[in-house]
């Protein structure tokens, strides 16, 4: 289906204001040699890969795809450079190390880090063909139901490992969701993730974009009863699939650029967004269930993941996005 659009160009991200030091061990310091890691046996460094070509630019860092020197296989690497804001650098370390810890076919995969003596840090990650499900939008419009059915329970999967891994992604949102050849849908990119040392742990600092931010991190104290960070991640993915469907963020009008006060005003004040005419009752209910303004109201993921808008149409696992 063909949908023109404007993109939105916003610079949503806030600082990060809780953060100022990591809560869990980060790699070795810098050292006069490389230093590699990984989660799994391959352990592949920078001498053992070519750059191919840029895939794309993010938030402090550039991804290339690249390929491995002996086997030809093609992945994806992530480098923030030496000379790169310390936030960045902190994010790509956050990024490591959950990336270490975790190993799901929903999550994506790493395959090693490494730093090299200039500071340079790099990410060896699987390849997604497809790109972002933000690319998927711009390049063949929005989603009809199936296919987000089919989006929704692959994320869900992947959230209900992270959540079970206290992991919080914080971070949930199109651009942040890559596909590959297979049409799997995996989640990446854990540069403001929180690991949560206790159940109870609080939640609440501004990280992430703003724009898929739930209400309860705006505003803990109306939102937020017994939060405990996780039903953020509920939060971004309604809205993420509602913006896959409309073609456009669903708090605005198509092209409409918000600041952070519009946004915090919209997600605070105003009813939570609902789908058109036209959207399946079963949708609708999922939308509704995902986009609760109080936190505990919330479904969660294993909730969702029996919900009939998720589960009455598993063979839509083979469909082409
Ligand atoms: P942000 O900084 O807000 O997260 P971003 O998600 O666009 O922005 P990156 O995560 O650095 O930034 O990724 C940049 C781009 O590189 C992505 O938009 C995507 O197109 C591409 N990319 C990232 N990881 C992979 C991957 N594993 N396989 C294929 N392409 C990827
Ligand atoms: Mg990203």
Redesign the pocket.
């Known amino acids: 289906m063909a949908l023109v659009r404007e993109r939105r160009q916003i610079n949503l991200?806030l600082p990060e204001l809780s953060d100022c030091r990591p809560r869990f061990p980060l790699p070795l310091p810098p050292t006069s040699t490389t230093t590699t890691t990984s989660n799994n046996s391959s352990n592949i460094s920078c001498n053992d890969i070519e750059k191919i070509h840029?895939?794309?630019?993010?938030?402090?860092?550039?991804?290339y795809?690249v390929r491995h020197k002996r086997n030809s296989q093609i992945?994806?690497l992530?480098v923030v450079h030496g000379d790169s804001d310390p936030l960045v650098r902190r994010q790509i370390y956050r990024e490591i190390e959950i990336l270490r810890r975790t190993d799901s076919p929903y999550i994506?995969q790493c395959h090693g880090s490494y730093e090299k003596p200039s500071g340079d840090i790099g990410i060896v990650?699987?390849?997604?063909?497809?790109?972002?499900l933000?690319?998927i939008l711009q390049k063949y419009g929005a989603f009809d139901e199936s296919k987000l059915s089919h989006v929704a329970r692959q994320v869900l999967h992947g959230l209900s490992y992270l959540h079970g891994q206290k992991i919080i992604h914080r971070?949930i949102?199109p651009?942040?969701l890559?596909v590959?050849k297979d049409m799997e849908v995996?989640i990446?990119?854990f540069?403001v993730s929180k690991i949560m040392q206790r159940t109870l742990d609080a939640c609440n600092s501004y990280v992430g974009?703003c724009a898929y931010m739930s209400p309860e991190r705006f505003d803990p104290d109306t939102y937020g009863v017994n939060y405990d960070g996780y039903a953020g991640d509920i939060w971004s993915l309604g809205l993420t699939l509602m913006e896959l469907y409309l073609g456009h963020f669903p708090f605005l009008p198509p092209g409409q650029r918000p600041d952070w006060a519009t946004l915090m005003c919209a997600i605070c004040f105003g009813d939570p967004p609902s789908l058109p005419e036209g959207a399946s009752e079963e949708f609708r209910d999922f939308i509704q269930c995902c986009l609760q303004k109080e936190s505990s109201k919330r479904w969660t993921t294993s909730q969702l993941l029996s919900h009939p808008f998720v589960c009455k149409n598993p063979i839509s696992d083979l469909v082409d996005l």
């Open positions: 991200r840029v895939l794309g630019h993010g938030n402090g860092g550039t991804v795809k992945y994806a992530k994506v990650m699987e390849y997604m063909e497809l790109g972002t933000d690319s971070d949102k651009s942040n890559l590959n995996k990446a990119d540069g974009t």
